[in-house]
């Protein structure tokens, strides 16, 4: 059973549009949540985060929303960049223990 | 400054074999974490590391065992290696166990045949 998922695998935005990744969650005791972006044969590196008292945490380019009552939360790019094409995952945890990962959204920005 | 490193980057086993995988940092963290990624399932968590001296079990322990040798170090050890386990491997470290990020090595691919 997922606790977190991210149910599109793949998404291709054109540059300088708005990219939108999505993830849904299911233990409502997480409080902590996490964007990674992964290119190939590198480890993922952290984007952004955001914690269960906030709605929106912003950070350049990137911005996360969290909405608890739906357990859903989105990253947006704004404007998408060919060098963002990467696998994102989302993460969430209790507290900062044994987060838990998504499977992943793989995002094409074409030029 | 490398932050996490693990060695090696490839590795090939047969069934029955024993392996470690070695990991490092450099960035004085507390905290440190061995994932696995696989096709599909996003990453892991085998084992984790709150701090020197404890070492505690992830989503996924069974088959592995860890070491935190050092503050700086925490090995994953495969005593007998499954095809099951064939993934690519990756350390991380974080300042604390806490809501704070995580410092990926690049990772190893293990395949086991």
């Known amino acids: 059973d997922q606790q977190v998922k991210q149910n599109s695998p793949s998404l291709s935005v054109q540059e300088g549009r708005i990219s939108i990744l999505n993830c849904d969650y299911t233990n409502s005791m997480f409080d902590y949540f996490l964007w990674y972006k992964k290119y190939p044969a590198e480890g993922p590196t952290f984007l952004i985060s955001i914690s269960s008292i906030k709605d929106k945490n912003e950070d350049g380019r990137f911005t996360v929303f969290l909405n608890k009552s739906a357990k859903h939360l989105s990253l947006h790019i704004v404007p998408s960049q060919p060098g963002d094409s990467a696998v994102y995952f989302c993460a969430a945890s209790v507290s900062g223990f044994k987060t838990i990962f998504g499977a992943g959204t793989r995002l094409f920005v074409k030029a | 400054n490398a932050g996490v490193t693990q060695t090696p980057k490839f590795q090939v086993l047969k069934t029955g074999q024993s392996m470690t995988l070695q990991c490092a940092q450099d960035m004085n963290h507390n905290s440190m974490y061995w994932y696995r990624q696989d096709p599909g399932m996003g990453l892991r968590l085998i084992y984790y590391s709150a701090s020197e001296g404890t070492t505690d079990k992830g989503e996924v322990p069974n088959g592995y065992n860890v070491s935190r040798l050092n503050k700086r170090e925490f090995s994953l050890r495969l005593e007998s290696a499954a095809p099951s386990q064939t993934s690519v491997y990756f350390c991380?470290?974080?300042?604390?166990?806490?809501?704070?990020?995580?410092?990926f090595g690049q990772g190893t691919r293990l395949t086991v045949v």
């Open positions: 991380a470290s974080s300042e604390y166990v806490g809501n704070t990020e995580a410092f």
